[in-house]
RNA sequence: UCCUCAGUAGCUCAGUUGGUUAGAGCAUCUGACUGUUAAUCAGAGGGUCCCUGGUUCAAGUCCAGGCUGGGGAGCCA
């Protein structure tokens, strides 16, 4: 291996050193080569740029070497940086000098696209790949805006236990385990202790990994995810939302100015993020319900209309794709195509055939979900159809407040009379629930009264009881699922992708 | 737990009403090409058609049961 320098650039910096010679060190992310000259996209972790690496310059020996070097392989690059439009970053490298660390063996993950399921086998791979390489600094822009929100404005940042003894709401499957002998679970909420330490800071908020043992096969549940979770003294429902809205505007708003070049890797569409400066709607329970029983209608919009409507765009859409590959596949019995044709239509047919997949899915459950929100029943909480059909209606994240105290946490505060002061914001483009909240009960008796209703064991709540019994106020606070909102940021189609090292049901490995 | 879709080469997939020796692209290997952008072109190797049983002259294809996985419901951030 070549001996290691403290003289080397990063891909990033290259702008600074347009014209001058550099040493760049990195993987092999793509290799083309020609008589004489091969191309080598080089990643390094900042960014990726094109060498050009010619025999001529480095000698037939190691150019033949260079030639063969698989995917993935590591080596430094010493040229010159020069400025060449055709680049996506606008410039390239010149080589002079190529010394390799390591030739990779064969590279399981190809050029070609992969199913999901075999890229998560190899995720420790996949992660080096380029989507996924923007998805994860997207997710670090996210973090630290989140905690740059909070540090802003006197929020203490506090841990809290991941050991817990009781389960906070008493109604999740949580992850048993064993502490000194004693049954112990996996905390799902930190959440009672962010109101103990806000009693001593004031404004808390803890960033944390939270545990779920639902065996929940869907595409935005995770076993193990990171929750953040502030708590403020003294705020109400009103102003716990005035921090919300804040929140999500400012984190995302973050990621619109700085993560520029992430975000047109994975194609983000920017307008669909650029509303967030918009005011979130802030809706009361009563009248969400009326819209997603489309007794109500949203600046005309009427949301079972619109589902149909959805829904009658789709199956027009599967006609066409039926007939588009028809047609393409007639097309290619004939003879005498060149191979370039063929190959344009093999692949045209192919992606017509993974989205009409989606769209078949899609018209199966459409109607199901029609469905349930023409019967949705008031008092009830929301399903993720019911979510996917309100939010529908419009393009910035709403807020969705007064829930029915029945289907919300045993600490929410009350208000009028089966009315809990508990928030929900939903996400647009389909994603649904990102953050849920509220004010917390203040009244000892009446807590007291829904730990009985909610069946939970009087004991391990003695020291919550304690936060009002000396010297109880009003606070509110909220909790935000990262993966969550990384999903609608990046637009995922999965959850899975917006973690390094996803664990769900039946996936502990890599 | 229920509903639904799928399982064919290392990967992504095609395979017609059951009918010769199961195919393509990518990847790998050999060769050509001095500006490629998933480079291209010529050639080669590569198969437990998820498993078990059944129907049939004949099963990747049809039937039954099972296994594994995706998605949805429930639960939730």
New binding site residues.
């Given amino acids: 291996m070549p001996v290691l320098t403290k003289k080397f650039v990063y891909i990033s910096d290259l702008k600074k050193h347009e014209g001058q010679q550099v040493v760049l060190q990195g993987w092999v992310q793509?290799?083309?080569?020609?008589?004489?000259?091969v191309?080598i996209?080089l990643r390094d972790g900042t960014g990726f740029i094109?060498c050009?690496i010619?025999?001529?310059v480095i000698g037939v020996e190691l150019f033949d070497k260079v030639k063969?070097l698989?995917?993935e392989s590591s080596l430094r690059i010493t040229g010159t940086v020069k400025t060449?439009e055709?680049?996506?970053g606008g410039y390239?490298i010149?080589a002079d000098a190529v010394e390799i660390f390591s030739e990779a063996e064969?590279?399981?993950i190809?050029?070609?696209?992969?199913?999901?399921?075999?890229l998560l086998s190899r995720r420790h791979l996949w992660l080096r790949s380029k989507k996924q390489w923007a998805i994860m600094r997207i997710r670090n822009q996210i973090i630290y805006s989140i905690h740059n929100f909070f540090q802003n404005r006197g929020f203490v940042q506090m841990d809290s236990p991941i050991f817990t003894g009781n389960a906070v709401?008493g109604?999740?499957?949580l992850f048993e385990t064993e502490f000194f002998d004693q049954p112990a679970y996996l905390s799902q909420?930190g959440q009672l202790y962010g109101e103990a330490m806000a009693m001593a800071m004031g404004k808390i908020y803890t960033f944390g990994p939270?545990f779920?043992a639902?065996?929940?096969?869907?595409?935005?549940?995770?076993?193990e995810?990171w929750?953040i979770e502030p708590e403020m003294a003294f705020y109400d429902l009103e102003m716990d939302m005035d921090v919300i809205e804040d929140f999500i505007r400012t984190v995302v708003g973050d990621v619109i100015e700085k993560c520029k070049e992430e975000l047109a890797i994975i194609e983000r569409d920017l307008t669909k993020l650029e509303t967030v400066v918009k005011p979130f709607p802030r809706i009361l329970y009563d009248d969400a319900v009326s819209i997603i029983r489309g007794e109500k209608d949203v600046d005309g919009k009427n949301a079972i209309k619109t589902l149909e409507q959805d829904l009658e765009n789709i199956k027009t859409r599967i006609s066409e794709i039926k007939t588009d590959i028809e047609i393409r596949e007639q097309s290619l019995k004939q003879a005498g195509l060149k191979?370039?044709v063929?190959?344009f239509n093999?692949?045209k047919v192919?992606q017509l055939?993974?989205e009409l997949?989606d769209l078949e899915?899609d018209e199966?459950?459409i109607p199901?979900?029609l469905e349930?929100a023409k019967n949705f029943k008031r008092g009830e909480?929301?399903?993720?159809?019911?979510?996917t059909v309100i939010t529908r209606m419009f393009d910035t994240p709403i807020m969705v407040y007064n829930w029915p105290k029945a289907?919300k946490?045993f600490y929410m505060k009350e208000d009028a009379p089966g009315i809990a002061k508990g928030v929900?914001?939903l996400a647009p483009e389909g994603y649904?629930?990102?953050?849920?909240g509220g004010e917390r009960e203040t009244d000892i008796n009446k807590l007291l009264e829904a730990i009985h209703h909610h069946q939970l064991p009087m004991e391990a709540f003695e020291w919550y009881l304690d936060l009002r019994r000396f010297g109880s106020v009003p606070h509110s606070g909220f909790?935000?699922?990262l993966?969550?909102i990384i999903c609608w940021v990046c637009k995922l189609p999965?959850?899975?992708e917006s973690i390094p090292f996803p664990r769900?049901?039946?996936?502990l490995f890599p």
């Fill in positions: 793509n290799r083309r080569d020609s008589k004489g000259i191309f996209v094109q050009v010619l025999e001529d063969r698989g995917l060449d055709k680049q996506t390239e010149q064969e590279y399981p190809g050029k070609k696209d992969h199913g999901v399921d075999f709401e109604t999740t499957n909420s939270t779920r639902e065996k929940s096969k869907t595409r935005r549940h995770l076993s995810f929750m191979k370039g063929i190959a093999e692949e192919r055939k993974l997949k899915e199966r459950n199901n979900w349930s909480d929301f399903g993720g159809s019911d979510e289907v946490a929900d914001v649904g629930e990102i953050v849920g909790g935000l699922g993966e969550r999965h959850v899975r769900f049901v039946g996936n």
